[in-house]
């Protein structure tokens, strides 16, 4: 199995290297694109030092744009979407290749372990998994993960291009309305931990709305008849 990982980074120095050497000492990674969405500090070279293929962008477009962009330059039949931050977990994808290797599956998500305290309120996750579920009968314990292994065409078949946080929603959305088979998978990544700071609000207000631009966009679907269960 050849899989190209794809990590959108913005102001990610401080783990981007080690993210990017745990997954090349990965015998399945065939390359490591990080794409550097406008940072202001040395993403790019860090990247650079530890292996990866940078893709320099000149200004900030998101994570959906950042990654969609970066689809462009993989040529690998299967694509690992991977955060910046999981420093040396990010070998933990290697769980998230099999069911899709046995063809069990055309995606599969990361599934953190259980935190002991919250950082947040849990109102963005839930808005997504109850959207997931209206949408097509699915519960997800992960709705919003952005570890995941699928397979490249995959990408072009959303049927709108994400905005920023907003693509995980779009492609667990999109891929299970068009039958396609996703599943969950247990792992022991780990990433930087949000609280309840202003930083961490912000990022969590960012993330809700481009949660909801992806389901205003599809209210069609949220708001008509509830699509068939899949597995």
Not at 133 to 141: E, I, L, N, S
Not at 219 to 226: A, K, M, N
């Amino acid at each position: 199995m050849e899989i190209d990982a794809l990590i959108p980074a913005y102001n990610e120095a401080r783990s981007i290297g080690s993210t990017v050497s745990a997954l090349l000492r990965l015998s399945q990674i065939r390359r490591v694109l990080v794409i550097d969405d406008g940072s202001g500090d040395d993403t790019a070279a860090r990247a650079a030092l530890a292996g990866a293929q940078v893709i320099r962008l000149q200004r900030n477009m998101g994570k959906g744009g950042a990654v969609l962009y970066g689809a462009r330059f993989a040529t690998a039949p299967h694509i690992a979407l991977i955060d910046a931050d999981l420093d040396c977990s990010a070998a933990e994808v290697v769980r998230l290749m099999a069911p899709v290797r046995r063809d069990e599956a055309a995606m599969a998500v990361a599934c953190f372990p259980q935190r002991e305290r919250r950082g947040g309120f849990g109102l963005v996750k839930r808005a997504a998994a109850w959207a997931i579920y209206r949408c097509t009968g699915r519960r997800m314990r992960e709705p919003l993960s952005g570890q995941r292994v699928l397979r490249r065409e995959l990408l072009q078949a959303l049927s709108f291009p994400p905005r920023g946080f907003g693509l995980e929603l779009a492609l667990t959305l999109d891929l299970l309305q068009q039958g396609c088979t996703v599943v969950e998978t247990p792992t022991a990544m780990h990433h930087r931990e949000r609280g309840r700071d202003l930083s961490s609000i912000l990022h969590r207000g960012r993330q809700g709305w481009a949660v909801f631009r992806e389901l205003w966009l599809r209210r069609r679907r949220l708001f008509g008849r509830r699509g068939a269960s899949h597995r």
